[in-house]
Structures are given as structure tokens and as C-alpha cells.
């Protein structure tokens, strides 16, 4: 099984300049995520999709959006980049919502200059 | 509000030592609580969760956790550290909105 699945790995962007995280998961969970990691911060919630059809700000949301393509597919969007969004991003799922386990991408690396 | 700290940033350990992770919390009602690891370059792994029932949970690779309620923690213990065991641990509990809150991470090195 391939489990949780974020492309790209890696990505430079100028400031200003938009691009889209992909993540897509393929043990039928029902809820999606997605955290940024940062040095000392840990993961913070940018925005979560309890069930398909419904996303929600979590702890940062501002600056990103989001997208419940359908149950397998959750993207987060960065309209205009900024510095401050440098950081590794990780997509999880869990079957459902709450205290259920976690499942993570590998994570995509993004640079903004 | 809802928090979470693990007041190490650093965890030094020689390999066959006993190691401990510390974590104390502050969430409404009754917690969930997790711990998960992550390996260099690697997203997050579950290793182990309390929900309820016995105080002393058992989870991956020869890890426990004791949750301790008066005191609002839930270290992570292993009695015999490896080598392999070198990465960053969080402690995560559940807060009552339906999400995981994250520490900032204690990263355990575990020297020969």
C-alpha cells in the first residue's frame, strides 16, 4: 500500500508566485489534513477535512487554501507565496475525525525566496 | 487554553540505557494522548496512544508511556535504548475540538 502520497517533494518558488501541494491517500479514510512542520514549532494545522465535502481552518489557515477534490484527494493551495511560508509540509488521514491514528506523507519541502 | 510541552528540546542516551520523553499537557476533560516518531527525511509514525483504562500503554518498537492524570503528564520510556531509536518524538494529545495539538518535539540521540 502506498499510504499517503504528497507530491512534489521539493519546491523553490519566487515570492509572489503560486503553486499547489497534492496529496492523495488510498486507504479509504475519511478525514484529511494538512500541517506545516517548523524548527522548534512542531506541526501546526493549517486546515482539515473531517469528511469529504467539508474543509476547515485549523491553527494557521491564512494564506492557504484547500481543496477536498474527492475522498482520496485533499490539495493546498499558496496563491501568492511569501518567505514566511517556508517550511515541510505533511498531508495525514485518519479514518475518521479525532482521536483516531494519524497516517503521514512524506512531506514536501518548500522554499520561498 | 489547550497546550502541550515537552521540555527537552534534547535527549542524550548511551545505547542499553533507559531513556525517558517528557510530556505534560493541558486539555479539557478527559485526554486522548499520543506519541509519534519521526525519522530523518520521514513524516510522523504512530507509536502508541492512551485513551483510557490502564496508565502504563505499550506501543512500537519496545516503547511505553505512563499517563499520570494529578500530574497532566505522559512520558515515554523505553528501557533499553538503541541506536536506531535516534529521532524526533512528539507528544500529541486530543483536545475536545477534534484535533491533534502537536509539541514542538524532543529529538532523542542514542550514542554506541
Known amino acids: 500500500n502506498a499510504g499517503v502520497t504528497q507530491t512534489p517533494k521539493f519546491q523553490v518558488l519566487k515570492t509572489g508566485q503560486s503553486m499547489t501541494l497534492q496529496c492523495a491517500q488510498d486507504m479509504n479514510h475519511n478525514s484529511m489534513y494538512w500541517y506545516r512542520q517548523d524548527p522548534g514549532m512542531g506541526l501546526r494545522l493549517i486546515y482539515y477535512?473531517?469528511?469529504?465535502?467539508?474543509?476547515d481552518k485549523g491553527e494557521v489557515p491564512n494564506g492557504y487554501n484547500v481543496s477536498r477534490l474527492n475522498k482520496r484527494e485533499f490539495s493546498l493551495r499558496l496563491e501568492s507565496a511569501a518567505p514566511s511560508q517556508t517550511s515541510v509540509y505533511f498531508c495525514a488521514s485518519s479514518d475518521v475525525s479525532g482521536a483516531n491514528v494519524l497516517t503521514f506523507g512524506a512531506g514536501s519541502r518548500l522554499t520561498v525566496l | 487554553a489547550q497546550s502541550v510541552a515537552q521540555p527537552e528540546d534534547q535527549v542524550n542516551v548511551a545505547e542499553g540505557n533507559p531513556l525517558t520523553v517528557k510530556c505534560t499537557y493541558s486539555v479539557s476533560g478527559n485526554p486522548y494522548l499520543f506519541w509519534y516518531v519521526q525519522y530523518p527525511n520521514r513524516g510522523l509514525q504512530f507509536l502508541l496512544k492512551y485513551i483510557t483504562g490502564d496508565n502504563l500503554v505499550k506501543g512500537s518498537y519496545g516503547f511505553e508511556a505512563e499517563f499520570n492524570k494529578s500530574q497532566t503528564s505522559f512520558h515515554l520510556k523505553k528501557p533499553s535504548a538503541l541506536v536506531s531509536d535516534s529521532a524526533l518524538y512528539f507528544c500529541?494529545?486530543?483536545?475536545?475540538?477534534?484535533?491533534?495539538?502537536f509539541g514542538q518535539g524532543t529529538e532523542l540521540s542514542v550514542k554506541p
Open positions: 500529541a494529545p486530543y483536545n475536545q475540538g477534534g484535533k491533534l495539538i
Open positions: 477535512s473531517a469528511s469529504e465535502g467539508t474543509t
